[in-house]
């Protein structure tokens, strides 16, 4: 198989191999109709007081995470690898819980403090994952969507940037009636918004929509689990999750050891659950002498992970997560505290993982078939002949001088247009700041929704697929001279079913290509690979 698709024709070239690894984001800037919307909301509140809140619900985040260090490591492995050995009884995951029995109480204060502090940063986060869903899955277009620990609505404002337009139905669970409250009070001025329903919970959720209802085209739950100390609770949490999930199921945790363990532990369960629901099905086809097996059996990872094995940094001192930065809102700035000046930006980091139903697709690794210059064999073709120009045996004596002149009069010109140019970006990065946190009036509808249901303008270029072929890049990429090194997560198979977390060093000297593309690769972005023994650590 490997020999077969080394053989094929390239899916891309050097040049689009950059757009469809990209995948992270430099600095988000929050939308402006987002940051009018906090700015109205909270505009009544005194400063002095919205500092101790905000302080308060820090140190609430603070007491969860210390909370969930008390669960032993010895359990947690049982329960996900195995839940049906670690439990007495299987009729513990029949259970329906109640979500937030235990874990944080938002109250008024609170829920003000969130909204000016945290729902930036948070829907940053989740800007940035939903984004790479739609990229890494073109012809997904969800119209149904569950947000699960819904809070202020982060997600839903992040899904009409992703998918602007196309969702039709979005319910809310939120237990807390003040986040409830916070969130339609932030969204009821915006247009063509999607009918969008509120419940307490998923037993709420489930009473009032009929059965074939239930299903979701896609669902979500972001910067919830960590506050359900129990492990078991979160684990039937994610079940009942997945279970109203028709396509994809995206969790997004705080980008911290306490988060990662949790995205790996739901990982490893959910595909340790479809596993063996699959094998089940198979060996029932098998007996029936049938072959008829359902289309959407299965689960596979859509991000970050380019394959479904075990995560190689388990029994390591490392832990998966991301980092987004963007540019702090005005309320952040006034409220937020610190021990020196307060930078003009914030690092959101996070870990997440979106899970898709059926088999993962084997496609062509996107090295495959691809040859790459070396630095020798790139200077071996040029032609000196091509770069030498006597001037003077073209031209008379005079007719060179008038040339030089003229030459000299471009090049001055070039230069003021150059430094036109420079002083109208700076002026453009100037205006980019949040001036509009200062000058947004109430009059302002026109443009309140200039930035709504306006897709990015992108070129249509191949994008990365969901086969095995893309390494992930965990870490910052290290530049040394003339040489890059990245830490990539990959598959070690053509099935996915096995990874490794390998360091990849690429110079310039054997491939001026892949190093050009090294040096502007970033915290999260994919990395092509070739398939089988063409696979290189050294570039």
């Not at 800037?29 to 905000?54: G, W």
């Not at 380019?306 to 001192?317: A, E, K, R, V, Y």
Request: with cysteine.
């Amino acid at each position: 198989m490997a020999s077969f698709i080394s053989e094929t024709i390239p899916k891309f070239t050097a040049e689009t191999l950059k757009f469809a690894a990209k995948q992270s984001e430099a600095c988000r800037v929050i939308p402006v109709r987002l940051r009018r919307a906090i700015k109205k909301y909270i505009r009544e509140q005194d400063v002095t007081d919205m500092r101790r809140n905000v302080l308060s619900l820090c140190r609430s985040f603070n007491d969860i995470k210390e909370a969930n260090l008390l669960l032993p490591s010895s359990t947690s492995k049982e329960l996900v690898e195995d839940p049906l050995k670690a439990m007495e009884s299987s009729q513990r995951w029949k259970l329906s819980t109640s979500y937030r029995d235990v874990g944080l109480k938002y109250q008024e204060e609170q829920a003000v403090a969130y909204v000016a502090a945290r729902m930036p940063a948070v829907y940053s986060a989740l800007y940035r994952v939903l984004s790479e869903v739609r990229r890494r899955v073109p012809d997904f277009t969800p119209a149904k969507v569950l947000d699960f620990g819904a809070g202020t609505s982060s997600a839903l404002w992040a899904m009409m940037e992703v998918w602007p337009g196309s969702v039709e139905r979005i319910n809310l669970v939120e237990p807390s009636q003040s986040m409830q409250r916070a969130g339609q009070s932030l969204f009821k001025d915006l247009k063509k918004l999607p009918l969008v329903q509120s419940y307490n919970s998923i037993q709420s959720l489930s009473k009032h929509i009929n059965k074939s209802g239930r299903r979701h085209d896609l669902v979500i739950a972001s910067y919830v689990l960590g506050e359900v100390p129990s492990l078991q609770d979160r684990i039937t949490l994610v079940r009942q999750l997945w279970d109203l999930t028709d396509d994809i199921l995206v969790l997004v945790e705080p980008g911290s050891p306490q988060g990662s363990n949790i995205i790996s532990q739901m990982r490893s369960h959910i595909l340790w659950m479809e596993n063996r629901r699959t094998r089940k099905l198979q060996n029932a086809a098998n007996k029936a002498s049938t072959e008829l097996v359902p289309l959407k059996t299965g689960a596979f990872v859509v991000a970050p992970c380019p394959h479904d094995g075990p995560c190689p940094l388990q029994n390591t001192n490392k832990y998966c997560h991301f980092v987004q930065r963007l540019q702090r809102t005005s309320s952040q700035r006034v409220y937020k505290r610190t021990k020196g000046p307060l930078r003009g930006y914030e690092d959101e980091k996070f870990s997440y993982v979106a899970f898709r139903r059926g088999t993962r697709p084997r496609e062509p690794w996107p090295l495959d078939g691809m040859k790459f210059d070396t630095l020798k064999e790139m200077h071996a073709k040029r032609i000196p002949e091509n770069y030498d120009i006597d001037v003077e045996s073209q031209f008379e004596s005079g007719e060179v001088q008038l040339l030089a002149e003229s030459q000299l009069g471009s090049d001055e010109v070039q230069v003021d247009q150059s430094e036109e140019e420079e002083k109208q970006k700076d002026d453009r990065i100037k205006r980019k700041r949040y001036e509009s946190d200062c000058s947004e009036t109430e009059e302002e509808t026109d443009n309140d929704n200039a930035d709504e249901g306006i897709e990015e303008e992108e070129e249509e270029s191949p994008s990365a697929d969901l086969g095995s072929g893309w390494g992930r890049i965990i870490y910052m990429p290290l530049r040394r001279g003339k040489r890059v090194e990245l830490d990539v997560c990959r598959s070690t198979n053509e099935e996915g079913t096995e990874g490794s977390f390998d360091r990849v060093v690429i110079t310039k000297s054997k491939s001026p290509a892949l190093h050009h593309q090294a040096r502007r690769s970033l915290w999260g972005d994919l990395w092509p690979l070739r398939s089988g023994k063409n696979s290189k650590f050294y570039m």
